[in-house]
């Protein structure tokens, strides 16, 4: 088993890895829109690049943008630090064949898939949907999700 040390990817909140790699799979931890090199919450648009923004709908509207722009900013933050991490171990977003996505709001869930679908052009990976209560380290967070890649060691 190997795990990573490479600052680019997902960076957890606590002692563990951001992923492991077991033969040629890839287990990658939940992953929430933290920084904490920053100490930064991903909160709204404003927290992601504006090309990111403008790609997951950003409408320069306050209202609408106050109301989707957490989700989808952390939707995006999220995907995007899963999109590097599996880079960081050799693969690309097709090789994640599964998925398992925490919200504290079901209701997230059709703003959440619009992003995904933009990380996930060809087959959509296999999927498990939860709401929960909350999660940590803040009431701020709204979305977690973990990935399984398969990422062959020959590739």
């Known amino acids: 088993m190997t795990e990573s040390s490479t600052s680019q990817l997902a960076t957890p909140l606590a002692r563990y890895s951001a992923y492991r790699r077991v033969g040629d799979f890839v287990f990658l931890s939940g992953i929430i829109a933290v920084d904490p090199k920053a100490q930064m919450i991903v909160k709204g648009f404003g927290d992601i690049p504006s090309e990111a923004a403008a790609a997951i709908g950003q409408s320069r509207e306050f209202s609408s943008d106050f109301k989707q722009g957490p989700i989808l900013a ?5 995907l995007d630090r899963i999109r590097a ?34 990380f996930f052009t060809g087959t959509s ?30 590739k």
């Open 74 to 78: 952390q939707s995006w933050y999220v």
């Open 125 to 154: 990976p296999a999927s498990t949907v939860v709401e929960v209560s909350g999660m940590l380290p803040s009431e701020d967070i709204l979305i977690e999700v973990e990935a399984t890649a398969f990422i062959p060691l020959s």
């Open 85 to 118: 991490t599996v880079e960081d171990a050799g693969g690309q977003m097709n090789d994640v064949f599964k998925l398992v996505q925490y919200f504290k709001n079901l209701d997230h869930f059709p703003l959440y898939s619009r992003v995904r679908n933009l």
